[in-house]
Nanobody, 123 residues
Framework: QVQLVESGGGLVQTGGSLRLSCAAS????????MGWFRQAPGKEREWVAA????????LYTDSVKGRFTISRDNAKNTVYLQMNSLKPEDTAVYYC????????????????WGQGTQVTVSS
């Protein structure tokens, strides 16, 4: 059974930074790509970033390119999302998930979601 636990969310002012962490249980962490999604109130869950098994390849949705950085430490079974220059439109619950399908941008291609961590950016 795989469990994912996100942490690091909080309230920050516009322009501030936060670092989210996602700790995974189990021994197979390094064999799966991982992704971060977010969901704002009244909106669909949105893909934010993804990282390959080794961490050598990363992809981002256009709205966070240059501001967010996804990384992973396979020795610690943890994936991170460093968020800089935060904007009010980044306010959402952020989720990490393990990719199991081929399309990294689709939520149905991921399994084993965490419970989410709230990020609120005040203007």
């Amino acid at each position: 059974q795989v469990q994912l636990v996100e942490s690091g969310g909080g309230l920050v002012q516009t322009g501030g930074s936060l670092r989210l962490s996602c700790a995974a249980s189990g021994r197979s962490f390094s064999t799966y790509a991982m992704g971060w999604f977010r969901q704002a109130p009244g909106k669909e869950r949105e893909w934010v970033a993804a990282i390959s098994k080794s961490g050598g390849n990363t992809l981002y949705t256009d709205s966070v390119k240059g501001r967010f950085t996804i990384s992973r430490d396979n020795a610690k079974n943890t994936v991170y999302l460093q968020m800089n220059s935060l904007k009010p439109e980044d306010t959402a619950v952020y989720y990490c998930a393990r990719q199991v399908g081929g399309n990294i941008r689709r939520a149905d291609q991921y399994a084993y979601w965490g419970q989410g961590t709230q990020v609120t950016v005040s203007s």
